[in-house]
């Protein structure tokens, strides 16, 4: 049955659908153990748009509060209840709207995210609540109608086929429940869903809370990189200037300018914004260049010095256009950032949008602009320390690996002397050597995470090809466990056509175009990579949104003055009030290093967390 909850006097009742009143309804809910939700809106954004309907299906009915003349806050106990599972398609954009609406959400299971974590990897599926009900029933829903709530005035009355949009968009949600449940049991993964489900709340109050930006200190930043910037511009003419070899690009007669003396005009009309012009300009040194993008430049850094000047200036364009004023456009009318999370990567791990904070400057010039808006608040931060490498160890037992990040010591140092043997000794006293011996391999041990190939070290190092791969040889020759983890995971990859991270989740990433029959090795490459640092970056992940799971339910069931505010891969960002900071610092360790736990079980893995006046990385 289709039941209207409304009190609107002007709205029309349409065959099939009765109407009730809002307490007939709860009480006919109350009783349910699962519940299909869905919303209507004006718009996308909480912040400025209406909540106009709520519908709510169970297997027998659907319901449809009209949220302009009923007050839906009679349902908080049912949106809370451990006992009512809600079930969402994209539960982070419903759960914002309810909750500004007074309402919070707990146990709910996203159709969407399950659809994801089953076809991780695979680019051909969608993820639509159309695309799922075709795929599983052979069904078309029409979304045509969806517009018309765009416009729709709160308080005027619905059409009939608002109305029958409303009550189908739900009533099929428990159904597709059913046909996921099969796959998930079939890979085994009941414990990566329930974990992504439990995540999504914590990803939708970050979203919801926002983080506050002190516009001004914003501003400082941008008007100190767009100096740097017109300097870089400067020093490029200064090449064309100077330099006969691009004397071509030299203007044949300078335009005076009665306000400018003539050594302060431009000898060029080069735009070095242009990718096109740059081209030939830096043909001249290398007339086989087909483009100069970055990875493409990087290869040739030392072919010229206009190369690495270019490339610099290339850094603070981007850092000029991403986050200078235009970064304004983000701002919500609470000042805040509220960015979009993408929960679920090929990797498993998270990316955000409008704007993008997971690729924020670590510069903390840049993050420093964050801070809380109330005086009497202060950031509360913290990050595992050197997940990826307590990962590898773990992962390969590797005993050289084990003990030094057991006991605390430099572990670069420690590979750095083991391989280098007796140049890592003969530069003690050195700092230099040293430095440069370490960031060697440190490159590698973080490499490692990332499928790292003797090209990609050649790059970051600026050696060449030869030493690269040399370097990479001697590496495993010393480390023959991590070398024996990584060619079995890569191994496993290509054999199977999939990989896992480590357990308890065991979250699985298709790789799509693979079969038994595989001959193309630049394809078996890309999966064996993948297949490398995907448990790596995944188990980094899992653990992650573990954490903040935990953070989440700490905050709600001990009524905590703290709010969740960002996460940016393996830290965790809170505000809290400047007097419990102390107490909360201890509490957020150990909530950090208990999710660790239960997937690097050997202790291995602590965290840092700091008590800071704004937010840094």
């Given amino acids: 049955m289709n039941y209207l909850i409304t009190n609107n006097s002007d709205q029309s009742v349409y065959p099939g659908v009765q109407l009730i009143s809002v307490d007939t309804a709860v009480s006919h809910l109350k009783k349910c153990e699962v519940v299909g939700v869905d919303t209507e809106t004006t718009g996308f954004d909480w912040n400025n748009n209406t909540l106009l309907l709520l519908q709510i299906s169970t297997k027998q009915d659907n319901y449809v509060f009209d949220c302009t003349t009923v007050d839906i806050s009679l349902l908080k106990n049912m949106f809370l209840s451990n006992n009512v599972t809600k079930i969402f ?31 991780c990897g695979k680019k051909s599926i969608k993820y639509s609540l ?46 597709i429940v059913e046909k996921q449940q099969e796959l998930i ?18 990803f939708a109050d970050i979203e919801y809370n926002g983080i506050y930006l002190n516009k001004p200190k914003w501003e400082e930043n941008y008007n100190k990189i767009k100096i740097e910037l017109e300097e870089s511009v400067e020093e490029l003419d200064k090449f064309i200037e100077y330099d006969p070899m691009f004397s071509d690009f030299k203007l044949k007669q300078i335009q005076t300018d009665m306000f400018l003396p003539v050594e302060e005009l431009r000898k060029t009309d080069m735009l070095w914004s242009s990718p096109s012009q740059v081209l ?5 040194v290398n007339p086989e260049l087909e483009s100069v993008n970055g990875k493409v430049l990087l290869m040739h850094k030392g072919m010229h010095p206009i190369v690495s000047k270019y490339i610099k200036y290339k850094e603070q364009s981007k850092l000029c256009n991403a986050y200078g004023l235009n970064f304004y456009k983000y701002l919500h009318k609470d000042d805040k950032i509220h960015t979009s999370f993408q929960q679920i990567l090929n990797t ?25 808006r109330n005086s009497d608040d202060v950031f509360v931060s913290s990050d595992f320390s050197s997940q990826e490498l307590c990962i590898i160890a773990f992962g390969s037992g590797d005993p ?10 430099d572990l670069h140092s420690i590979c750095a002397e083991l391989i280098f043997g007796d140049k890592w000794r003969d530069a003690e006293g050195n700092d230099k050597e040293r430095k440069s011996l370490r960031t060697a ?18 790059d970051t190092l600026g050696i060449s090809v030869k030493e690269a791969k040399q370097m990479i040889k001697k590496y495993f020759t010393v480390f023959p466990a991590i070398k024996k983890f990584l060619d079995n995971l890569g191994a496993f990859g290509k054999e199977n056509g999939f990989i896992r991270t480590f357990a308890p989740y065991r979250r ?8 038994q029959e595989m001959e193309d090795f630049a394809a078996l490459g890309s999966i064996e990579r993948a297949s490398k640092n995907t448990p790596i970056q995944g188990t980094g992940a899992d653990m992650t949104k573990l954490a903040l799971v935990m953070v989440r339910k700490s905050i709600k069931e001990q009524d905590l003055p703290v709010k969740l505010i960002m996460t940016v891969h393996d830290q965790i960002d809170t505000i809290c009030k400047k007097d419990f900071a102390e107490e909360w610092s201890i509490m957020l360790k150990g909530i950090m290093e208990e999710a660790a736990l239960k997937i690097i079980t050997n202790g291995l893995l602590k965290s840092d967390t700091n008590i800071t006046k704004q937010w840094q990385k």
């Fill in 89 to 119: 398609h994209n539960v982070k954009f419903d759960y914002k709207f309810l909750r500004a609406n007074g309402i919070i959400t707990e146990k709910i299971y996203d159709t969407m995210l399950a659809e994801q974590v089953i076809h």
């Fill in 130 to 175: 159309d695309a799922l009900l075709d795929r599983y029933f052979e069904i078309f829903m029409d979304k045509s109608t969806r517009s018309s709530f765009v416009s729709h005035k709160p308080g005027a009355p619905y059409s009939k086929s608002q109305l029958r949009y409303a009550f189908t968009d739900t009533e099929f949600l428990i159904k």
């Fill in 185 to 202: 049991s079939e890979h085994d993964l009941e414990e990566v869903v329930k974990l992504e489900n439990e995540a999504a709340l914590a």
């Fill in 280 to 284: 030939k300009l830096m043909q001249c």
């Fill in 348 to 372: 498993g791990r998270v990316s955000s949008r409008n704007p993008n904070m997971q690729q924020i400057p670590s510069d903390n010039s840049y993050r420093n602009a964050f801070v809380p």
């Fill in 400 to 409: 050289v690996w084990l003990n030094a990040l057991e006991e605390g010591k």
């Fill in 441 to 458: 391999v440190k490159a590698i041990n973080f490499g490692l995470a990332y499928g790292m190939s003797e090209f990609k070290l050649s």
């Fill in 508 to 515: 699985i990433r298709w790789f799509e175009d693979w079969s």
